[in-house]
């Protein structure tokens, strides 16, 4: 059996700020104190890429320096939070976990970067990840494989598994993700902490390494739900840079949760809880948490999604088109590795082999595929025609509820090597894929443990731009989580 290297207690972003506000702790403190964590445990965990101690106490020194004079620049100012290792940050690596990209340092900040910097967070180290987001275990990381903190032998989930294992093992309050099919929500479920994916288009990809850009969404992965809102608050907003963000956005969230709200009404499809792969833990778990909501006063509505079982293929086939054209800019030239050839083709070609792994290239080829001649129409152009019926079952279920509540993952984690084949793998991500098909908002709350002593995690996914009513709902449930305890 792995180790269990959870902490007891876990602090907030919101814990932190009315200390930080009250003059009760320094940034520096808080910094230091998240970095002996690290260096307690992070052998066991593995969850970073890169942690530069030097230059995160330098900008906590500087944001208490700002605090001292009166120019806080947040009630967040000097709170640290880990970046995932596909988000640009300047003059830190941004390797995406891949061979190909080693050496590689960001010139310029992600736009999430800029609005954390503007409000004063502490970028804490680099995350590892599976390569280039494409993975459910960071077992596709070129680097360490990331270790599960309630389990060191089993698997953070991925692709944001660092990002996950950060946050569960203590070495820092929140990190960034990125969400495509569900690397934000299934590693937050795995490792038992809150994991938000926003409507696609509220937070800018500018400065994510783009894997496929039509799913692709960063997000938060927090101890509460509150802390989810703080930094979504933080992250939304149009970018000329990202000409998909969708304009004239409205923050609020985070005060949001302290209003007075009227029962939900929460759409369950029976099917997903039904579903013969679903295991018997993670169903007992979901069906009690129906039952909480019910004795709580919540309006429980049962809602069909018809062609959710064609998400899976669907997505598979547009998200490797995506990212054969995404990933065909790494080629050795402008950035990154090289392979030394005399021969420009050569050079490509081993550049590509000897820096992608497996996965990468298993994607690449079958998007290379479905986008070729003759197999455009039967592949490519089918699969968005199901995108957009899965989106549709979406709007049609919204009528009916507010938000839906489904299951994260059919199971726990699982051990290292436990999941050989890949198709099986693909299954781990059964409940999150629609989500990003649709573009809709969607967030995992720790559900309880099952048997096996692993977290069971808890999904509810909200409308387009319904994160207000999802965060509220998410929130109400954490509560009654805590309530039965």
Request: glycine residues 10%; charged residues 20%; contains cysteine.
């Amino acid at each position: 059996m792995g180790k269990n290297v959870v902490p007891e207690k876990f602090v907030s972003i919101a814990e932190l700020s009315k200390k930080l506000v009250a003059g009760e702790i320094t940034s520096v403190e808080i910094c230091q104190s998240y970095i002996d964590a690290c260096n307690a445990t992070e052998a066991d965990v593995k969850a970073f890429r890169v942690l530069d101690a030097e230059k995160i106490l330098a900008d906590a020194k500087a944001s208490d320096a700002r605090r001292a004079a009166g120019n806080a620049l947040s009630a967040y100012d000097g709170v640290p939070i880990g970046i995932k290792d596909n988000i640009s940050v300047t003059g830190e690596a941004c390797g995406c976990a891949s061979k190909i990209l080693e050496g590689y340092e960001a010139p310029y900040d992600a736009t999430v970067i800029t609005k954390l910097k503007a409000a004063g967070f502490v970028c804490f180290g680099r995350l590892n990840m599976d390569e280039f987001a494409m993975g459910s275990s960071t077992e596709n990381s070129a680097y360490d494989k990331t270790t599960n903190p309630w389990n060191t032998d089993c698997v953070p989930g991925g692709s944001s598994g660092g990002s996950a294992a950060a946050v569960a093992a203590g070495f820092c309050p929140a990190t960034l993700g990125s969400d495509t099919g569900g690397s934000i929500r299934q590693p937050a479920n795995f490792c038992g902490v809150v994991g938000l994916k926003p409507t696609y288009g509220r937070v800018s990809r500018f400065g994510l390494v783009a894997f496929a850009s039509s799913l692709d969404q960063i997000g938060p992965l927090t101890v509460t739900v509150e802390d989810a809102a703080v930094l979504l608050d933080v992250l939304i907003g149009c970018d000329k840079m990202d000409s998909t963000t969708i304009p004239n956005q409205e923050g609020g969230f985070a005060a949001a949760l302290s209003e007075e709200t009227a029962p939900k009404k929460i759409g369950v499809p029976m099917s997903y809880i039904e579903n013969e792969g679903l295991d018997a833990d993670v169903k007992a778990a979901t069906l009690k948490a129906i039952e909480q909501l019910k004795a709580d006063g919540h309006e429980i509505v049962e809602v069909e999604l018809p062609h959710a079982d064609y998400a899976i293929a669907a997505y598979y086939v547009i998200a490797t088109a995506e990212a054969s054209t995404n990933l065909a800019r790494f080629e050795g030239v402008r950035y990154g590795n090289r392979a030394q050839s005399n021969d420009l083709l050569e050079m490509y070609t081993k550049t590509r082999e000897n820096g992608f792994g497996a996965e990468v290239k298993r994607r690449i080829l079958l998007g290379t595929f479905v986008l070729s001649s003759g197999y455009y129409d039967a592949y490519y152009l089918k699969a968005q025609k199901v995108r957009t019926l899965i989106k549709q079952d979406f709007e049609k279920a919204f009528e009916k509820c507010d938000v839906i509540l489904t299951p994260v993952t059919p199971s726990t984690s699982f051990e290292f090597g436990s999941v050989k084949d890949p198709l099986q793998m693909y299954l781990s991500d059964i409940y999150t894929i629609s989500v990003n098909l649709a573009g809709n908002c969607a967030i995992s709350v720790p559900n309880g443990e099952a048997s096996n002593g692993m977290p069971i995690g808890l999904q509810f996914i909200g409308p387009i731009l319904g994160e207000k009513e999802l965060l509220q709902t998410a929130h109400i449930f954490e509560g009654l989580q805590k309530e039965a305890k």
